[in-house]
């Protein structure tokens, strides 16, 4: 059974950096492109970041220049490092990876106080 994993969430000040990590176990499928999706209170769930296998990355413009996200494919992680945090980054993060099929972790909570 497939399980996706995220940690790293937490309450931090505005301008400051934040690491999360996301690690898929139970599959020994190639996982082809992972992501981060984020929802905030009584908004829609939103793309965050993507990366390809290969390395290809796309950001959102409300987090470019900001964060970073990487993967390490022998471990099957997937992280994102999140720099100059802004309180409107607050929301639930969420990762996405896609194999023959998508599969979502629980997500993880980051708070960003002003």
């Known amino acids: 059974q497939v399980q996706v994993v995220e940690s790293g969430g937490g309450l931090v000040q505005s301008g400051s950096s934040l690491t999360l990590s996301c690690v898929a176990s139970g599959t020994r499928f190639t996982i082809n492109d992972m992501a981060w999706y984020r929802q905030a209170p009584g908004k829609q769930r939103e793309l965050v970041a993507t990366i390809t296998r290969a390395g290809g990355t796309n950001y959102a413009d409300s987090v470019k220049g900001r964060f970073i996200i990487s993967r390490d494919n022998a471990k099957k992680a997937v992280y994102l490092q999140m720099n100059s945090l802004k309180p409107e980054d607050t929301a639930v993060y969420y990762c996405?990876?896609?194999?023959?099929?998508?599969?979502w972790g629980r997500g993880t909570q980051v708070t960003v106080s002003s």
């Open positions: 996405n990876i896609v194999m023959i099929v998508a599969y």
